[in-house]
């Protein structure tokens, strides 16, 4: 298993810079549980030190305490590295990625959000001739169709996500209107809708929600859904249709489509 990046999941003023307080959240990721014990004699310090790490971070509702220790917070998404996240279910998001790309039509106006699913819908776009508008830096990496006018978002980069947030991203968003949008997120739940790890990137795909002149799809692959991430980007209302795999269950797809949104499960080829 990967180990994950720690985005902060209560405020987003609060960032981890504590070495072990990282190191106990990339330990309960892999394992769900840790003793204090254990910590105590993997880092070398008392026990109280450690009741005090984990405390910290209860507060903060990174994890839950238990008697002798603690588990990871009921449900939360931790936000991975992109290079980890672009290596996980690789062909279910190509596939999902192609079928998407398919949906644009050419002179289409595209919002594409961050994420490693959203980028397999911008390299399966070559031989249309669209204007893409993202914020995801990520594909400056890849070999565009010179048909594909590129409008990268200005703003603050995020390495970990390799992504454009903050206030000028939005700012330049606010001047453009899409005839289509695409979003990648990291939770989609039946009741809290879709939700995102990383509070800046919440920013920056309500505007381009709020600027979509038409549908607006959601790319997510079976892992992130029935999941709750940290920060919510939109309740399923806002969104039009969801483009999943073939892992996601029926019965949940079902769910969806009774709340109003249509769903995709796109096939394993093989």
């Not at 910290?56 to 305490?65: V, Y």
């Not at 002179?107 to 959000?113: E, I, L, P």
């Not at 002149?213 to 939109?234: P, W, Y």
Request: hydrophobic share 40%; with cysteine; net charge negative.
């Amino acid at each position: 298993m990967t180990t994950p990046h720690i985005e902060p999941a209560a405020s987003p003023k609060m960032i981890i810079t504590n070495y072990r307080h990282k190191k106990i959240l990339e330990m309960l990721y892999q394992r769900q549980s840790v003793s204090a014990d254990e910590l105590s004699n993997e880092f070398g310090v008392s026990k109280i030190t450690i009741r005090r790490d984990l405390d910290t971070l209860a507060n903060n509702k990174l994890l839950e305490r238990t008697r002798g220790g603690a588990v990871l917070a009921s449900g939360l998404r931790l936000e991975e590295f992109f290079e980890e996240k672009d290596s996980v279910a690789k062909r279910e998001k190509l596939l999902i990625g192609r079928y998407v790309a398919d949906l644009i039509a050419e002179n289409d106006t595209v919002f594409v959000n961050a994420g490693s699913t959203t980028l397999e819908v911008i390299r399966h776009l070559n031989g249309k001739k669209v204007r893409l508008v993202s914020n995801n830096a990520a594909c400056l990496g890849l070999d565009l169709d010179p048909k594909t006018e590129l409008i990268l978002l200005g703003g603050e980069y995020r390495s970990q996500s390799k992504s454009l947030v903050g206030d000028l991203t939005i700012a330049g968003l606010h001047s453009i209107f899409s005839s289509i949008t695409v979003l990648g997120i990291n939770g989609v739940s039946i009741k809290k809708g879709c939700t995102s790890a990383v509070h800046q990137e919440t920013g920056v795909n309500k505007a381009m929600i709020e600027n979509s002149s038409g549908k607006v799809i959601v790319v997510a692959d079976h892992s992130k859904m029935n999941c709750v991430s940290s920060f919510l980007t939109c309740p399923l209302a806002r969104i039009d249709m969801i483009v999943t795999d073939w892992g996601t269950p029926a019965a949940f797809c079902a769910e969806l489509e009774e709340a109003g949104v249509a769903v995709v499960r796109v096939q394993d080829e093989d």
